[in-house]
């Protein structure tokens, strides 16, 4: 079972990630979007600022009085403010599960509202908040690919961080 230190650690570890793509980001380019009906860069990046703390945060307290606290903190978020609210959703999420006892990660029972089985609240967080920032990490990277960032590769993606110098 993954502890509560992991399970903070693995989400703290996409929100750095998500900064370090973002600050990638051509300030001239927030509004391009890959066609019509897709999100545009600077709407991505609102999306990532509520992605691990939102639905997180439904599992946690079982209600939504959040959202409209989440999506008005979203509509602010510009290129320039990214980081800031990033370390706001990282403090909110490391406080809010980190006051978690593990008898409760492990043994309260929750279903995700799009079906299958129930599963302990540690790994609900993980089937959603986890995995949500893990993917919209991804949408950036591609975005940036898109966007002609075409030397960004796995260290980049995955580790956050530029890639070794080969000898």
Avoid at 85 to 97: C, R, S
């Amino acid at each position: 079972m993954i502890t509560r230190d992991e399970l903070i650690g693995s989400m703290l570890e996409e929100i750095r990630i998500c900064k370090f793509l973002a600050a990638k980001i051509p300030g001239d380019r927030v509004d391009w979007r890959p066609t019509a009906n897709q999100r545009s860069v600077l709407e991505l990046l609102r999306y990532i600022t509520r992605a691990g703390e939102g639905f997180t945060t439904t599992l946690v307290y079982g209600n939504r009085d959040h959202a409209d606290r989440l999506l008005k903190r979203a509509e602010g978020t510009t290129l320039a403010n990214f980081d800031r609210v990033m370390d706001e959703q990282a403090a909110n999420l490391k406080a809010m599960i980190g006051g978690l006892s593990s008898d409760r990660l492990t043994n309260e029972r929750k279903s995700m509202p799009w079906g299958g089985p129930e599963m302990s609240l540690a790994a609900a967080i993980m089937n959603s908040g986890v995995k949500f920032l893990a993917a919209y990490r991804m949408q950036l990277f591609l975005y940036l690919k898109l966007l002609g960032k075409c030397e960004l590769g796995t260290a980049e993606c995955w580790a956050g961080r530029e890639p070794a110098k080969q000898a």
